[in-house]
């Protein structure tokens, strides 16, 4: 089972990722829980760790940066890779995100496809084995 | 049920549509704030981001015309909330703009027509004419001792906000909150409320661990004029604590501040984000752990189907109290007691089950409210009048459907105030109005009905002139003219062509009826009323039913057929007897507690045929009122109250006035429904009056 958490204010952005993760060209296996902002994470990660955090930059309250800031400190989430989601004119954001310890970025608008693949480059093999 | 690709993009176009009626509101909100004199820079951020969502899905669902503009816009709003451009009316006009465009889209999205639009592209080139055309200055960040930890989280924009409130000369403050992780959003809400009027907060910023599992403490980064004393007493409290953030004293760029644990956020607090935030619409969390997402979004079309399930158990539920009599009868005591027993159970969750259902479909008023807001905005603007509009009574729950049938004839309601009624500020200023023209837009629940009134301070309605025009029309005989009270003429406005332009007003080119309107709002079961005192102003009422699922209504036998009358309409019943009517004026009346109440015999109207039975010696009158009319309708029997469904008449007969429909009646037989929006209209109308008048003398 990989648990993978999606943090963003947007419904559809969230149900696009949600449905696009557990289809059957998504990731095996996958048990996606959703946050609908910065705070709603913070509510759920300490049910983790989980194996990928999703997250927009641009939330309402607490932003993504500094939810990459807060889980690189928490013992918990240390490793726990995260994928950033962000307009493509917000360069300067993305930057700083992957300096705070982020593994990568994926510019909206994206695609089904690109997607999976992002996800699957910064999720580890299952029990370290093979090519999965 | 649709495929889920249909129903992620049905979802799509509806999250699109209550992003764009948002944004709506904001840019209404930040035109109220550019006038004031201050921008609320969050209504401008509010903006971008409602744009940036709008793009994000643009993209994620293929919508290029809705992405191409969002794209553009979001650049726009980007320069204006980094300060890059200034926001000038022809800006916002631009931004207003882009609310229609954005209607467009979207129904050609929903009707899945791909093909250009005209008035996207025009926006899109005027948006291009917009460049940014202020500089962004660097403010001293560094000048305060603040956490590199901190700077390195800001978005750009909060970065921004950071540096425009230092260049306000704002003290910095760091607040540190302990909050309850189940109740966070609500007391963060709390806290944004209080600390608004004191300044702006910048950024939240978790600080560390959680202390326990239930708990976490943020920093928020917050700006402010105030000084400590002030900003503790202000939002002091057990779980917070308030520190200033010290200006260095010398301003040395890179040095390491002292190394704070966690990571803070600093807020500036600015005028901003009230009634945005409350309006952000369904996504705000609960207090509970386990509630994500606590609503969901419903086609309306379910719903219908559901409330014609209730509608078929409610004829269900009438056969078995029939079957119950019929047990009675046949001296079936405990058969009977049983299965009246069950009845009644049955008839409650029958009830509470109807009842949740018409709740599901109940909105607030506000959501037509908030563009019509706009429309006064812009209309004001092209007639160069200044108006302002009071709204009452927003939260006022109808029918969705209805709602959304309401917001044209509402539309055209407020563009003919302004036109015809508001007059130019300075033949205002020669009566002694003031230059701003009011126009008031009330709602407000009465019984079983919602009432919505357009007022305006404006000059009245002509009565001459609009007895002119409806005698040049041929809508009344001039020799009719003269004998129609003030209400009868003032209700003539509401005839095809007697209120469109020149007569009325000099104005208008739009040219909508006020007969479109009350036609419209016909259709909704609803009647419209006008009052109107010269050089003081018009009132337009409409009285609407607050749902159209399923009606209450009175079964009547008129010639051996049976209709429905909605109750909500009934205000009581009473028995006829021979010679107890009279004709005044060539119309049916009898006089009830000392006034005249007007007869309408539908047989005659209807040409119903009398095959079986005579009319009877001793008949009904059913009083139906609406607004401020009454009318007597006469029927042979009173059979009882049921609850029905109202189902669409066949093709054929849709046309047809005075029906809203047809009924099953749970014995296999259909029953008319009986519009008396309609019927009383006819029976009031000039056309009405005018027909009589010449039928009795003829």
Do not use: W
Request: net charge negative; aromatic share 2%.
């Amino acid at each position: 089972m990989r648990k993978i958490l999606v943090v963003e204010d947007s419904p559809s952005t969230r149900a696009f990722v949600r449905s696009t993760l557990e289809s059957e060209s998504g990731v095996a296996d996958v048990e996606v829980s959703e946050a609908t902002s910065g705070f709603d994470a913070l509510r759920l990660l300490p049910r983790g760790p989980y194996d990928l955090v999703i997250t927009d930059i641009n939330m309402p309250d607490i932003n993504g940066l500094e939810l990459v800031q807060f889980m690189r400190k928490s013992e918990l989430h240390k490793q726990t890779p995260i994928l950033l989601i962000s307009t493509q004119s917000s360069e300067r954001d993305r930057q700083r995100g992957i300096r705070l310890g982020a593994s990568g970025y994926l510019a909206k608008p994206f695609a089904g496809k690109a997607l999976v693949e992002e996800v699957h480059k910064h999720l580890r093999p299952v029990g370290g084995e093979g090519h999965g | 049920m649709a495929d889920p690709t249909e129903r992620a993009r049905d979802e799509f176009l509806s999250e699109a549509q209550e992003i764009v009626e948002t944004l709506s509101r904001n840019l209404l909100d930040l035109d109220a704030s550019v006038r004031s004199g201050s921008i609320d820079p969050a209504l401008v951020n509010e903006a971008f981001r409602a744009v940036h969502t709008l793009k994000g899905l643009a993209g994620l669902f293929g919508a290029a015309r809705l992405g191409h503009l969002s794209h553009r816009l979001e650049d726009v709003l980007d320069d204006l909330r980094l300060g890059r451009m200034v926001l000038s009316a022809d800006v916002l006009d631009a931004l207003f703009a882009a609310i229609d465009v954005y209607g467009r889209l979207l129904s050609l999205e929903r009707e899945g027509r791909d093909e250009p639009s005209p008035a996207a592209e025009e926006l899109l080139a005027r948006l291009e004419r917009l460049g940014a055309d202020a500089p962004n200055r660097a403010a001293p960040v560094t000048e305060y001792e603040l956490d590199p930890g901190l700077l390195a989280v800001l978005t750009e924009y909060e970065e921004h906000r950071l540096r425009a409130n230092l260049e306000q000369k704002m003290r910095l403050y760091r607040l540190r909150v302990e909050f309850d992780l189940t109740t966070i959003d609500k007391a963060l809400e709390d806290m944004k409320t209080r600390a608004k009027r004191h300044g702006e907060i910048i950024t939240y910023l978790p600080a560390g661990e959680a202390t326990s599992a239930d708990a976490i403490e943020l920093d928020l980064l917050m700006a402010s004029r105030d000084d400590l004393a002030t900003l503790i007493g202000a939002l002091g409290a057990d779980n917070v604590v308030i520190e200033e953030i010290p200006r260095r004293r010398s301003s040395m760029l890179n040095e390491p501040a002292r190394p704070t644990h966690g990571a803070m956020a600093l807020t500036a607090a600015e005028s901003a984000m009230p009634s945005v935030s409350a309006g952000e619409g369904p996504i705000e969390q609960g207090p509970s752990l386990r509630s994500l997402t606590q609503t969901v979004r419903v086609d309306i079309r379910k719903l219908d189907a559901l409330m014609n399930v209730v509608g078929e158990l409610a004829i269900v539920r009438g056969a078995i109290a029939r079957l119950a009599d019929r047990l009675r009868v046949e001296g079936q005591r405990q058969l009977t007691a049983e299965l009246q027993r069950l009845h009644r159970s049955f008839d409650r969750r029958l009830a509470e089950m109807q009842a949740g259902i018409l709740e599901v479909r109940m909105v607030p008023l506000g959501q037509v409210f908030d563009r019509l807001a706009r429309v006064v905005r812009q209309i004001g603007r092209e007639m160069s009048k200044e108006i302002r509009l009071v709204i009452t009574g927003s939260e006022t729950e109808i029918d969705k459907l209805i709602v959304e049938e309401l917001s044209d004839p509402l539309m055209h309601m407020i563009r003919n105030a302004i036109d015809h009624g508001i007059e130019p500020s300075a033949r205002r200023a020669e009566v002694g109005k003031p230059p701003a023209g009011t126009i008031a837009l009330n709602a407000y629940q009465k019984g079983n009905h919602v009432m919505i009134e357009v007022e305006d301070d404006g000059r009245g309605i002509d009565e001459q002139a609009v007895l002119d025009k409806a005698v040049r029309l041929g809508k009344i005989a001039p020799e009719d003219a003269t004998e129609l009270s003030r209400e009868e003429v003032l209700a003539l406005v509401f005839l095809p062509g007697v209120s469109t332009s020149q007569t009325v007003s000099d104005l208008s080119g739009r040219g909508v009826g006020m007969d479109i309107v009350k036609t419209n709002i016909a259709r909704l079961g609803g009647i419209i009323d006008v009052q109107s005192e010269p050089g003081i102003g018009t009132k337009m009422t409409i009285t609407l039913p607050i749902t159209l699922a399923i009606v209450s209504a009175l079964m009547v036998h008129i010639a051996d057929q049976v209709f429905a009358i909605p109750l909500s309409t009934v205000s009581e019943a009473l028995s006829l007897d021979t010679g107890m009517s009279r004709t005044l004026d060539g119309r049916e009346v009898i006089t009830l507690r000392g006034q005249t109440l007007q007869l309408c015999r539908l047989d005659r109207v209807l040409s119903l045929e009398r095959k079986k039975t005579p009319a009877p010696r001793k008949s009904y009158v059913v009083v139906v009122s609406l607004g401020n009319r009454r009318l007597g309708v006469v029927v042979d029997h009173l059979v009882g109250q049921q609850d029905i469904v109202i189902k669409p008449l066949g093709r054929s007969l849709a046309s047809v006035r005075g029906f809203a429909g047809a009924t099953e009646l749970g014995d296999q037989r259909v029953g008319l429904v009986l519009d008396a929006a309609s019927i009383v209209d006819e029976a009031f109308s000039g056309s009405e009056v005018a027909r009589e008048r010449s039928t009795s003398l003829g």
